[in-house]
Structures are given as C-alpha cells and as structure tokens.
C-alpha cells in the first residue's frame, strides 16, 4: 500500500522560504508522477507543482519562478522548495501521486 508522509511546513514571514518534503513508502521507487497541490483557508484545493516520470517540472503560474519541485529516488522523497513566500501561499499543503494522498502540511506566512 502506498503511503505518502508530508513534512517541513511551519511558520515562516513573509519573504521567506521553506522546503516541503514528501516520504513515499509502499512503493519501488518515485519515478512516477508526483504532485503538490495546496488548499488555502475557505478555498478549493489547487494544483501547485508536478514532476513527471522524465522528471519534467510543471508549475502553477502563481509560483513559478518561486518553488521548484525535484525528487530524491534513494530517498524515495519528492521536494518543494518555496521561496519568497507570501501570505497568499498560506494553506495546508499536500502531496499526490495518481490515486494517493498524503495528509498534508500547513504552511502559514506572516505579513
């Protein structure tokens, strides 16, 4: 069975950054699609970044230019690094590959 285990979420300020890690188990390896999506207070949840199983990166316009996903196979760990956070990149951040969800991490940014 597949399981994916959020971490790295915290208060950060405004302008700062952070690094989400995604522990994936049950699984051979992670090279497969990988996703983070977020959901913000009273919001829908909303994709953020993917990486394929070539390892293409795509991002959501509102942060590109700002996260990067990449992935560590020997870790089986998929990463979001976020720079230059805003209060709007508040909101629990979760972490997907094809049916699976992790629980989630919440990030909040203050002004």
């Known amino acids: 069975q597949v399981q994916l285990v959020e971490s790295g979420g915290g208060l950060v300020q405004s302008g700062g950054s952070l690094k989400l890690a995604c522990a994936a188990s049950?699984?051979?390896?992670?090279?497969?699609?990988m996703s983070w999506y977020r959901q913000a207070p009273g919001k829908s949840r909303e994709l953020v970044a993917t990486?394929?199983?070539?390892?293409?990166?795509n991002y959501a316009d509102f942060v590109k230019g700002r996260f990067m996903v990449f992935r560590d196979n020997a870790r089986k760990t998929v990463y979001l690094q976020m720079y230059n956070l805003t209060p709007e990149d508040t909101a629990v951040y979760y972490c997907n590959s094809l049916e699976t969800w992790g629980q989630g991490t919440r990030v909040t940014v203050s002004s």
């Open positions: 990486i394929d199983r070539s390892s293409t990166r």
């Open positions: 049950g699984i051979t390896s992670t090279i497969r699609p």
